[in-house]
């Protein structure tokens, strides 16, 4: 029996996008693949609402894989950067800029599931920063943050704003021209709902600029030949064609289909009937700032993973555990990719079903 999906990615994807997963490989030097790259640069421009002058990178690696090229391609250590760490994710670019690229930066530490407020940043202001850095959608506990917020905050300390919308990107509002954010990062494997294997970096005009100046230690990392290569509508290294390819028809659908703000409405309206359809079984909701992706969910009675157990073991259904401090505490259900509203109401009784059982 088929798995019913409700985690965060990677998650279930439609029958086109299968199909295409099921084909031979082709050969990627050619008019064709350059055409439909293109094409995937165009429409992944046009859905994060970027600007004129804006590019976009298609990295063959997960999200941290364009979460790492981004912070090496925009910042030194020279800089003094601001980070958002209110989970898992945050503590990723924590990771990236301490332990790793040895950036100077600062550490906006939230507990799990607390939202960003203007009191967060005001001690910030005019402190010398650089740069800014955040999960616009903390998965490991859902909280979406406000970006115009930060927008203006980075707009008036002129601050580089690197936004990971990984799991955000076509589920949440964002308008990267508005927000003023210089590169957005998200993957292929969320609500793109495609297989993982690429990750996209949408940069800004300035953020090309920038990218453009930079000297980088890593041959595959260097943006510059990137998109160098992407002039043409190619990568320098092999990429994962495939998924390339199904990233395209995913494209080609959102846009027949009304374009991201009809696609964010879709799974806004799934993560609505899930949620009202939660209340009546034994979970407190997590995040103080809910994204439209993701619901986190605090069991009163057992432990989170147990119920992720029991429910991948006996009902053919995943849902997204936690790790770490939040492993029996708080578990997830995404609401991304080919979903409908009865796949939640499935969930809804497997839970009832448990709680009969005496297991929720």
Same mark, same amino acid.
């Given at each position: 029996?088929?798995m019913l ?10 029958? $086109?996008v ?10 990627? /030097? ?12 165009r429409?992944?421009?046009?859905? *994060?609402?970027?600007? $004129? ?7 063959t ?7 790492e090229a ?8 020279q ?27 600062s550490?906006?530490?939230l507990?799990p ?14 402190q010398?920063y650089?740069?800014?850095l ?22 008036r300390n002129?601050?580089? !704003?690197?936004?990971?919308c990984?799991?955000?990107?076509? *589920?949440?509002p964002?308008?990267? *021209?508005?927000i ?6 998200t993957?292929s494997q969320?609500a793109?709902?495609?297989p ?9 005009? /300035?953020?090309v ?7 980088v230690?890593?041959?595959?990392f260097?943006?510059k ?14 990429p ?10 995913r494209?080609?659908?959102? $846009?027949?289909n009304g374009?991201?703000?009809? $696609?964010?409405a879709?799974?806004a ?14 979970f ?13 969910l605090?069991p009163?009675?057992?432990? *989170? ?5 029991? !429910?991948?073991?006996?009902?053919n ?13 708080v578990l997830?259900?995404?609401?991304l990719?080919d979903l ?8 809804i009784n ?8 005496? !297991?929720l």
């Amino acid at each position: 029996m088929e798995m019913l999906n409700f985690t965060v990615g990677p998650v279930m994807s439609n029958e $086109e996008v299968r199909a295409i997963g099921g084909e031979q490989v082709p050969y990627f /030097r050619t008019a064709e693949f350059s055409e439909l790259m293109l094409e995937n640069e165009r429409l992944m421009k046009k859905f *994060a609402k970027a600007d $004129e002058g804006a590019r976009v990178v298609f990295i063959t690696g997960s999200g941290s894989a364009s979460m790492e090229a981004s912070v090496m391609n925009s910042f030194t250590q020279q800089d003094k950067v601001l980070v958002v760490n209110g989970g898992s994710f945050g503590a990723r670019f924590v990771k990236l800029c301490c332990d790793v690229h040895e950036i100077p930066f600062s550490e906006i530490k939230l507990r799990p599931g607390q939202k960003l407020t203007e009191d967060h940043l005001k001690p910030y202001d005019g402190q010398g920063y650089t740069g800014f850095l955040v999960n616009v959608d903390e998965t490991s506990t859902g909280v979406l943050y406000d970006m115009e917020m930060i927008g203006r905050f980075c707009r008036r300390n002129n601050l580089f !704003l690197v936004a990971d919308c990984v799991s955000a990107f076509l *589920a949440d509002p964002f308008n990267m *021209a508005e927000i003023g954010a210089d590169i957005m990062i998200t993957g292929s494997q969320k609500a793109l709902a495609c297989p993982p294997g690429i990750s996209v970096i949408v940069l800004s005009k /300035r953020a090309v600029e920038r990218v453009n100046q930079m000297h980088v230690r890593s041959l595959y990392f260097d943006l510059k030949d990137s998109l160098k290569n992407g002039e043409r509508g190619q990568t320098p290294f092999t990429p994962a064609v495939s998924v390339l390819r199904q990233i395209n028809a995913r494209l080609r659908e959102i $846009e027949r289909n009304g374009g991201v703000d009809t $696609e964010t409405a879709k799974i806004a309206a799934l993560a609505a009937d899930f949620r009202e359809k939660i209340k009546e079984l034994p979970f407190e909701f997590v995040s103080e700032s809910p994204a439209n992706g993701v619901t986190p969910l605090h069991p009163l009675n057992v432990s *989170a993973y147990d119920i992720f157990l029991e !429910l991948k073991d006996n009902y053919n259904i995943w849902i997204c555990p936690n790790g770490g401090e939040l492993k029996d505490t708080v578990l997830r259900v995404g609401h991304l990719g080919d979903l409908a509203p009865e796949d939640n109401t499935t969930l809804i009784n497997a839970l009832k079903d448990m709680q009969s059982r005496g !297991l929720l």
